[in-house]
Structure formats: structure tokens, C-alpha cells
């Protein structure tokens, strides 16, 4: 599975924006997507995801009431919808994906099998 994102841009504070995400590839396999999102000088953070099985959306709460997730199932693409765009959410938006799991004989544990864009960047001027 491989994952390209589109849409970033710049865009002035209170601004909107959209993104998508298009997987390619063993689609099938998917079994959640999301957004994530990292700040120069931070740590990555989850933004927004969306569970194929139930497509229940979870916000972080710095989005939430702002941004909107979504997937058109037919084509499987991920989308990022952003309003009322803030400073602090400038920063390289990276779409996430899932597609079973492996067993990690070193820690004994079952792992998700992940799969990350590239990431396109966000820029939001004050």
C-alpha cells in the first residue's frame, strides 16, 4: 500500500483548506486511516482517524469543531477538510494507515502494520 497526499498550501489565519489522501495499491487491506500532523520542533500528533469498519470520526481536541474527516469509500481516498485555519496549525500533515497486524517476537506483542505518506505541508499566516 502506498499513500500520496495533495492539497497543502498556504493559506491566511481563519482560512479553509482541503486535503486528500489516495491510497494505491492492496486497498482492501486497509483497515483505519488517518491524519496526522507535525509542527517544526514537535513531536508528531494524531490529528483525525476514521475506522473502516464503523467510519466513526475521532478529533484531536485542538481540531475538533474545525476539521473534518471523511473517505469516499468507493475510491478509498482520505480527506481532511480545515476551517477557521490557525497559526498553530501550521505544519507538514502526513496521512496514516493500517492494514493488519504482525506478531513482534522481541517484545511479544501483535503491532499494526503501518503505512505513512510522505506528508504535504501547511502553512497558515497570522
Known amino acids: 500500500v502506498q499513500l500520496v497526499e495533495s492539497g497543502g498550501g498556504l493559506v491566511q489565519s481563519g482560512g479553509s483548506l482541503g486535503l486528500s489522501c489516495t491510497p494505491s495499491?492492496?486497498?482492501?487491506?486497509?483497515?483505519?486511516m488517518s491524519w496526522w500532523r507535525q509542527a517544526p520542533g514537535k513531536e508528531r500528533e494524531l490529528v483525525a482517524n476514521l475506522l473502516s469498519s464503523s467510519d466513526l470520526p475521532h478529533y484531536s481536541d485542538s481540531v475538533k469543531g474545525r476539521f473534518t474527516i471523511s473517505r469516499d469509500n468507493a475510491k478509498s481516498i482520505l480527506y481532511l477538510q480545515m476551517n477557521s485555519l490557525e497559526s498553530e496549525d501550521t505544519a507538514v500533515y502526513y496521512c496514516y494507515a493500517e492494514r493488519g497486524v504482525y506478531y513482534d517476537n522481541y517484545d511479544y506483542s501483535y503491532k499494526p502494520i503501518a503505512v505513512w505518506g510522505r506528508g504535504t505541508l501547511v502553512t497558515v499566516s497570522s
Open positions: 495499491g492492496d486497498i482492501d487491506s486497509i483497515t483505519t
